[in-house]
């Protein structure tokens, strides 16, 4: 069974930086995009940025320039990097797999970690 464990969050204040991490329990080459997701308190979960396996970016326009997503295979570990941090940054940042594959598609998720940005 795929597991994602999400790690790196905490409370930090506005300006400041910190870098998630989320560790796949299966190979991370075998899922075709890995995103990194966000949901505030009341509010509907959003996607924040994601990379294929090719290693292309794409990122939400509010954290465009200021949050980098990466991915180190050999660890089997994405990662999100986050500067310059906002009080709208605020929520639980979830990791989710997506495998497409003879099988068919999935998407696996994480339980999340709390990111907290005090002004």
């Known amino acids: 069974q795929v597991q994602l464990v999400e790690s790196g969050g905490g409370l930090v204040q506005a300006g400041d930086s910190l870098r998630l991490s989320c560790a796949t329990s299966t190979s991370i080459s075998s899922f075709n995009v890995m995103s990194w997701y966000r949901q505030a308190p009341g509010k509907q979960r959003e996607l924040v940025a994601q990379i294929t396996n090719a290693g292309t970016t794409n990122y939400a326009l509010t954290v465009k320039g200021r949050f980098t997503v990466s991915r180190e295979n050999a660890k089997n570990t994405v990662y999100l990097q986050m500067n310059n941090l906002k009080p709208e940054d605020t929520g639980v940042y979830y990791c989710?797999?997506?495998?497409?594959?003879?099988?068919?598609?999935?998407?696996?998720w994480g339980q999340g970690t709390q990111v907290t940005v005090s002004s």
């Open positions: 989710k797999a997506y495998q497409l594959d003879g099988m068919g598609q999935a998407d696996y």
